[in-house]
């Protein structure tokens, strides 16, 4: 796989999307800047404003996911996913109040009967 | 008596390492995996080049076998009946049940109970706990990821197993597959990818730590509570399953985090579980003699934490045929136990139990090929290459059993340099150029090299170095080594050769990224062929490129 390509899959695999032509070329000089290295592109792209405000959502997503795994014991649907990481995003509901939830659930109530 | 032990089992995703051995009348024993022979690395398919070689090996017939175990798990008498009809599905497809050796009715031992019977017998123990952990197993019909067991004189009896969902192998295997490695192939690159994250901020490591600690099996002490396990995809491919990981926290974690710190808090996490299941262990067990098997303990950067912290009080012995090809040994060991009630190997046994090759099969071999080929005193030529800075081949002698290179299969250089490492990752080896090597230290010399040294002889186990600046090329980012231990006896030719370089030699296994250690002298010189090594020693004869 050529430079760009590489530095396109690792831009993709973060924002889900592809780096448009004046990104790739300021990461390819960030590449060459920084003896050839793939991480200090990572390193480059992970102290961005744009990364900072993506690991926002991102760990809330994470929050809710962690609830499916360590109280419902299941990988969460798209949807339920979904959904209550807007709640927390749109401060509708907290971590808390969303695990409490989680808890009262048929669901979990079915899981430890 | 003749025993044939088996390791494998298909048609699974995680078969692999399929491996055979064999006990004679006179308790020799041979072993081999089956990719050393079809030179696919890992092979997990039925082992019917390694079971041929076994016998040609042994100047045995099929028929002069006594007994067959099979040491992956599907003990007969408890065995589920989905699993029996899963493998007779398999055998009957595949021909294992149409060959001479359905004929003699094979034995199927469970998976944990014979990781613990290899490591036992191993280990000299007489009375011992064992912790058996990987990624999973069957034992008693039911799929689980580990267990413990008690071992007095012989005799071995389980006190607990550990589910399949709660697997910490396949967790570390996960989470190896988002570092962009294979999961049951690439988890000793998490390990040392783990120490590279040194320089990450303290609250980076914080927060990714506690993340990590909610993918892992909930483990206090040694209980388990569930967190749903890791989650896996399948896509059927031919005739073949690849799997993938889609649990959705380590899909997350790898957008939010470099792959060094996913690897260091995968890495901590483990040990951080490790050391507290021990600790209790001993308190629930009042056991001083500790045997650790199962594919977990190839971690040897976790061992080396484990041995720190109970070392000077408790007993421990690493099994270095840890992983699953070692079950082929512990089936015929636990045979021959069931036969005779004794063990027919002696503690810290040498690990060549391989094939060996004449002098006129190397020069048969080398003749093929456009390569120098020089009669010589072997360790005095080796000597001499190493200490003009080559890197060469070492063949003698069995092959290593095993996933490591002891110093019969081996690819050496001097360790005193970094750039001994970069040539090696990138020329010879044709790998990561961040990833270590381990090195062989003569026995004589361990103390001074490491700190609290003691003998480990098979590359198990890793210390610190009391002076890593002075041999970079074997020493990792976090002052870490993972030597071999050699004591002359052992290996008298590869001791003389690692003592006439001063002490210490770099040594890796002989083979190239990808490839399974070389077995015969065409693996070898086709390996010269095709990397920049200088020169190999194959028995008496040192091969040079034509230049």
């Known amino acids: 796989m050529d430079i760009k390509s590489q530095i396109s899959e690792i831009y993709s695999m973060i924002f889900n999307e592809t780096p448009n032509s004046d990104t790739s070329d300021t990461l390819i000089h960030q590449y060459k800047e920084n003896n050839n290295s793939m991480d200090a592109v990572e390193y480059y792209l992970r102290g961005g404003e744009k990364f900072k405000k993506l690991c926002y959502e991102l760990e809330k997503e994470l929050d809710i996911a962690e609830l499916y795994y360590n109280v419902l014991e299941r990988m969460p649907d798209k949807e339920g996913l979904e959904f209550f990481k807007n709640q927390l995003l749109q401060n509708k509901k907290s971590l808390k109040s969303i695990e409490s939830e989680f ?10 009967s | 008596m003749n025993i044939l032990g088996i390791s494998h089992l298909e048609p699974s995703t995680f078969g692999h390492y399929t491996s055979v051995a064999i006990l004679d009348d006179d308790t020799n024993l041979f072993a081999i995996s089956e990719e050393r022979v079809s030179r696919i690395k890992n092979d997990g398919g039925y082992p019917s080049n390694a079971i041929q070689l076994c016998l040609n090996q042994n100047n045995l017939r099929l028929d002069n076998i006594d007994n067959i175990a099979v040491g992956f798990g599907l003990e007969k008498q408890h065995m589920g009946q989905k699993m029996e009809a899963k493998f007779c599905s398999y055998a009957k497809d595949s021909g294992y049940k149409k060959t001479a050796i359905e004929r003699k009715n094979p034995i199927f031992y469970d998976h944990q109970y014979i990781h613990a019977r290899t490591g036992y017998a191993l280990s000299g123990f007489k009375k011992a706990l064992i912790i058996c952990l990987d990624g999973g197993g069957v034992d008693n019909g039911e799929p689980n990821s580990g267990g413990m067991f008690l071992a007095d004189n012989g005799e071995i009896q389980p006190i607990k197993y550990f589910p399949m969902y709660h697997s910490l192998g396949l967790t570390y295997g996960a989470i190896t597959e988002i570092c962009g490695f294979t999961m049951t192939d690439g988890e000793g690159k998490t390990m040392t990818l783990a120490p590279m994250a040194e320089n990450e901020s303290e609250e980076n490591k914080d927060k990714i730590y506690q993340r990590m600690c909610k993918v892992f099996p909930n483990f206090k002490g040694t209980d388990v509570k569930s967190n749903g ?7 059927f491919l031919h005739d073949t399953t690849i799997v993938s990981v889609n649990d959705t926290r380590l899909l997350l974690l790898k957008k939010l985090y470099h792959k060094n710190l996913i690897a260091w808090a995968a890495q901590k996490r483990m040990e951080d579980i490790l050391i507290d299941f021990v600790t209790t262990a001993i308190e629930q067990t009042g ?11 190839l971690n ?3 061992n ?3 041995q720190q912290k109970f070392g000077d009080k408790i007993n421990l012995f690493f099994n270095p045929l840890a992983s699953d090809h070692g079950n082929a040994i512990g089936a015929t060991l636990e045979q021959y136990y069931q036969e005779t009630g004794k063990n027919p190997i002696s503690p810290y046994m040498s690990l060549y139990l391989g094939s060996s090759y004449s002098n006129e099969e190397v020069l048969s071999s080398a003749n093929r090929f456009n390569f120098k080929i020089t009669k010589v005193n072997k360790t005095d030529s080796a000597i001499d290459l190493i200490e003009r800075g080559k890197v060469i081949g070492w063949f003698q002698g069995r092959s290593e059993f095993g ?3 002891l110093g019969n299969r081996s690819i050496l250089s001097l360790a005193t340099e970094q750039k001994y490492k970069d040539v090696v990752n990138e020329k010879v080896k044709k790998r990561e150029a961040w990833r270590p090597f381990c090195p062989t230290i003569i026995e004589e010399k361990s103390e001074e090299m490491l700190v609290n040294s003691i003998y480990a002889p098979y590359m198990i186990l890793g210390f610190e170095m009391k002076n890593p600046e002075l041999y970079p090329a074997v020493s990792h980012v976090d002052g870490t080594t993972r030597p071999q231990i050699l004591k002359k006896d052992v290996n008298p030719d590869f001791y003389e050769v690692v003592k006439g370089v001063g002490g210490i030699v770099l040594n890796t296994s002989f083979n190239l990224a990808g490839d399974p250690i070389v077995e015969t002298p065409h693996d070898a010189l086709m390996t010269l062929k095709n990397s920049e090594m200088d020169a190999i020693i194959i028995n008496d004869f040192l091969i040079e490129q034509n230049k």
């Open chain 2, 304 to 306: 080396m934490k484990i």
């Open chain 2, 403 to 405: 996933p490591r290179g």
């Open chain 2, 287 to 297: 056991m001083k003699n500790i045997v650790f098997s199962g594919g977990i303990f």
């Open chain 2, 300 to 302: 040897m950067i976790m």
């Open chain 1, 103 to 112: 808890k009262n659930s048929e669901e979990f109530k079915a899981k430890r």
């Open chain 2, 229 to 235: 396990g890791v989650t896996f995809i399948g896509k």
